[in-house]
């Protein structure tokens, strides 16, 4: 629903479609890039849905940035 912010599960796939498709990261950081690519393997392999990588992703992502300041 959009109403509620919350992503759907198409949302969440698209999102690492795109992301894992570029050749380029926004963010020029080899330890982003390492994290995305680790936790989005199981999406690919369907261990996991693209909700629950894309929420992986967002908190290692967070934990780390907040350990670089």
Not at 16 to 38: A, C, K, M, N, P
Request: charged letters at 30%; a negative charge.
């Amino acid at each position: 629903n959009e109403s509620d912010g919350l992503i759907t599960e198409a949302d969440a796939a698209k999102f690492l479609d795109v992301l894992l498709g570029s050749e380029v990261f926004i963010y020029d950081d080899d330890t982003i890039s390492e994290i995305v690519l680790e936790e989005a393997s199981p999406y690919f392999t369907g261990e996991k849905s693209a909700a629950s990588v894309a929420e992986l992703i967002n908190s290692r992502v967070g934990l780390y940035l907040a350990e670089q300041e």
